[in-house]
């Protein structure tokens, strides 16, 4: 977030001021104001400016405790020609906070907010300052100019001088940008406000039409950074040039603060999917690889920086379908083919960014299969190598995240084992990072919808008992979900007795039982098929531990509940006709009322369910 901004205001340097003078002149200013010549007033204000303009802090302070600021309400009117002197004065002690709340308590607001009205540039350019020093970092004044309808009138202004380029009318719009910055920052319900007033179309036309101001540009720039983070103002900014805009401007920056500023508007605005698109089409890409052909070598803070911001963005472009693939361009575009080389880059940001680029490219079948036909497994594979022995956690994690992304198409899971990944990805079983975790899990359930695949990593002790060890990380529930999924994949695809008995010597079995009873369907149902597998191939040797993690009674409890989805009731209907294999289960299975709960499952609206309750009455029935 962008901070507020506070007014200075260039004026001549006076000579030193006695303090005499200063005393008189709030008495004076005390007995005249209501009754006085202008000329005499006019006095009494100079004397004020002077001293501020000397020791603003302490002048300021006197002025709080003559009582004055009261008498400047009365003094703010269009008629008087010393309002803008006032206006002024009331600018310059507003640049303190212990000021702020005096201000708003004095009745300031009102009449400030009222000569928003006035034709007059100079009055129009002090309200404006003063009304932006009072909001900055100040509730109290910023309440008091919602109230008085303050934003709406600057809004307007806005509008109707946007088209002038003298600079007279540049100066104000700039002092009126920052008003509406000061008034609105960190403040959510006071920015939907003003972008329900409509102020981002004309914050985007004066950026257009001023891209030559540096001042209201850069205060153009500050709005945006305020408002581009609630989601209300992307759906307006999509609406608008934005886009081209900031490219254009991006474009001609030299210094990096400048396009550290223009960055922190992109970044927030880039997190819609349309905006995203826009800033493809306008080209921002291309500054983008530009940035990180010439930062890349460079050991200088500020590249650094700027490597990782551009790096970053890129990324965030693609995020969204449509750019996403308007860059893969069929995995022949320039942009995906510059990516690619990143990945072996001996720079950790261009390595982690690569990686992520490669894990949004893989977003649908047609790019994964193009990309695993291209040869990038091995240079993921080559990347997660550098990075074994105590290697950047981030890069790790990007790097199996591309390739759990590339292993969900069908065809590309026995290119992707015969190229070695399950062995690559085994050698982090190490880590004791979740995120790596949590990713490493997914990768491996991607792969091996094969038998074989399966087969020979279930028979893995090494992998089954790290497996079994995050099933109980309480801590980390993607990691708990995915240990218990891949468990339980790797009986279903295998099939193997051998893996089911390394499973079990692991002390598996009662964590699928557990996921039996998982809040997600599909998890449920994961278990279900795993331990009806188990109890016909593995039974004798499963028995005990299924006894112990109480599996009839949670198949009984599954098949009571009304909630339970079909399947959840068909597969446990099934397990319950396998377990009858073993008498130490049997008399479980006989010990609660089965046949009453099944028997009424026979009228179930599934007709699937009805039918199994059928079959598994009758073999109830037989064994009692």
């Not at 198949?555 to 509940?561: A, E, M, V």
């Amino acid at each position: 977030m962008i901070h507020g901004y506070m007014w200075r205001f260039e004026r001549i340097v006076f000579q030193h001021l006695p303090e005499d003078n200063l005393t008189d002149a709030l008495k004076k200013l005390k007995i005249t104001a209501v009754d006085s010549t202008a000329d005499s007033l006019e006095g009494c204000l100079d004397c004020l400016l002077q001293a501020l303009a000397q020791n603003n802090t302490e002048t300021s302070d006197k002025i709080q405790k003559s009582g004055i600021l009261q008498v400047f309400a009365s003094l703010l009117t269009p008629q008087s020609s010393c309002t803008a002197k006032v206006a002024n004065i009331i600018a310059e002690v507003a640049k303190n906070e212990f000021m702020r709340n005096p201000c708003v308590d004095a009745g300031l607001i009102p009449p400030l907010v009222q000569l928003l009205n006035c034709k007059d540039q100079e009055v129009l350019l002090q309200t404006g300052r003063a009304l932006g020093n009072i909001c900055y970092d100040s509730h109290e004044g910023r309440s008091a100019v919602d109230h008085a309808g303050g934003a709406e009138i600057v809004i307007d202004h806005l509008r109707s001088l946007c088209s002038k380029t003298d600079p007279a009318s540049e100066k104000l719009l700039t002092v009126f940008c920052g008003m509406l910055m000061n008034y609105s920052n960190e403040n959510d319900t006071l920015q939907s406000q003003l972008i329900n007033m409509g102020v981002i179309p004309t914050l985007v036309k004066l950026l257009g039409i001023h891209c030559q101001n540096s001042a209201l540009t850069e205060m153009c720039l500050v709005a945006f950074g305020n408002l581009a983070e609630l989601e209300s103002s992307k759906e307006q900014f999509a609406y608008t040039n934005i886009a081209e805009e900031l490219v254009k401007l991006f474009k001609k920056q030299i210094e990096h603060d400048k396009k550290e500023m223009i960055f922190e508007v992109l970044a927030p605005l880039a997190e819609n999917d349309i905006i995203k698109l826009q800033l493809v089409e306008a080209g921002l890409v291309e500054c983008l690889l530009e940035i990180v052909q010439k930062t890349v070598d460079s050991d200088k803070e500020d590249d650094i920086a700027e490597l990782k911001t551009a790096s970053d963005l890129m990324v965030l472009l693609l995020l969204g379908d449509e750019s996403m693939q308007k860059l893969f361009e069929g995995g022949k575009g320039s942009v995906f083919q510059r990516v690619l080389l990143w990945i072996p880059s001996n720079s950790h940001q261009l390595q982690l960014a690569g990686a992520l680029a490669i894990a949004n490219f893989a977003r649908n079948d047609g790019n994964c299969i193009h990309m695993v036909d291209n040869g990038i497994v091995q240079k993921l594979m080559d990347l997660l190598d550098r990075h074994v022995e105590d290697g950047n956690v981030t890069v790790q994690h990007a790097a199996l995240s591309a390739l759990r992304n590339l292993a969900i198409p069908v065809v590309n899971k026995a290119k992707m084992l015969s190229a070695g990944v399950a062995e690559a990805v085994l050698k982090f079983l190490k880590s004791e990072m979740p995120p790596v975790q949590f990713k490493l899990l997914g990768t491996l359930r991607m792969l091996i919808d094969a038998q074989e695949a399966a087969e020979q990593l279930g028979k893995n002790v090494k992998l089954v008992e790290r497996l079994v060890e995050w099933c109980e990380a309480k801590d980390h529930a993607g990691v708990m979900g995915e240990s218990n999924r891949l468990l339980s994949a790797l009986i279903r695809h295998s099939k193997s007795k051998d893996v089911i008995r390394t499973i079990i010597q692991s002390g598996g079995i009662k964590h699928l039982v557990t996921m039996a009873t998982s809040e997600h369907v599909i998890m449920q149902n994961e278990a279900l098929v795993a331990l009806a597998l188990i109890a016909a191939l593995e039974l004798a040797t499963a028995e005990k531990d299924l006894e112990s993690a109480q599996l009839v009674q949670i198949l009984h409890r599954l098949l009571s509940d009304e909630r339970s989805a079909p399947e959840i009731k068909y597969n446990s209907m099934v397990l319950i006709c396998a377990l009858m294999g073993s008498e130490l289960l049997h008399k479980e299975v006989q010990s609660l009322a089965f046949l009453d709960v099944v028997s009424k499952l026979r009228s179930h609206e599934n007709k699937t369910v009805a039918q199994q309750a059928s079959l598994t009455e009758q073999r109830l029935a037989v064994e009692s």
